[in-house]
């Protein structure tokens, strides 16, 4: 039987270390998920200093997560390959990031009840050598059952919604009954869109 990790890894031999932006434990394990070696350096990037006004949210996440590739790239001292990314979902044209509380995380989930949603994933991949930066941005549509206030309570009691855009994760054992269909990529919902990262990384590729 062929080794999956070392066969992928064999695949994508880059031309320099990867390097992850986020300390999404989500966005690590769908890394690990395709058998790409990196290592995680966290961005200390302010998130707040980009406004979602005006923007498309394609665009928007695709600003966060170059802006969260630069910041990182710009404490390095040897060349580096460095993925930054955002998610964020969108309802009625409003965007939904992390919950600041259990209350604002009750109100987006109420929101959310009883109907379809976008949920828009950006990436960045910047070469330091080079400085040459590559973004894209995949969205998904997700359709939520009706929620009873029970079931938001207890998920919330959970503390699972707290670091999460819009309030959920499809991953989670609780919060993947939610969801009654879902069109796109599952992947790009839980935090990585990993078909469309997988083509990009093989441009890094000598």
Do not use: W
């Amino acid at each position: 039987m062929l080794d999956s990790h070392r066969t992928t890894t064999q695949l994508l031999r880059l031309s320099a270390p990867l390097i992850l932006a986020s300390q999404s434990p989500r966005r690590k394990k769908l890394l690990e998920q395709i058998g790409v070696d990196f290592r995680v350096q966290v961005s200390d990037f302010d998130e707040e200093s980009i406004s979602p006004a005006s923007m498309l949210p394609s665009a928007y996440v695709m600003a966060l997560a170059s802006a969260k590739a630069r910041c990182v790239a710009e404490k390095l001292t040897s060349p580096a390959i460095v993925l930054g990314a955002d998610t964020t979902v969108v309802v009625d044209g409003i965007i939904l990031n992390k919950p600041s509380d259990a209350a604002d995380a009750a109100r987006m989930l109420g929101l959310l009840s009883n109907r379809s949603h976008e949920v828009f994933t950006g990436i960045a991949l910047l070469e330091t050598a080079s400085q040459r930066i590559v973004t894209d941005a995949v969205r998904t549509e997700v359709c939520f059952r009706a929620l009873e206030q029970e079931e938001i309570a207890a998920y919330i009691a959970s503390g699972s919604p707290l670091d999460k855009a819009g309030s959920y994760g499809i991953q989670d054992d609780f919060g993947a009954v939610f969801v009654q269909e879902i069109r796109g990529c599952y992947n790009n919902v839980v935090g990585l869109p990993l078909e469309r990262l997988y083509q990009h990384l093989r441009a890094y590729c000598p």
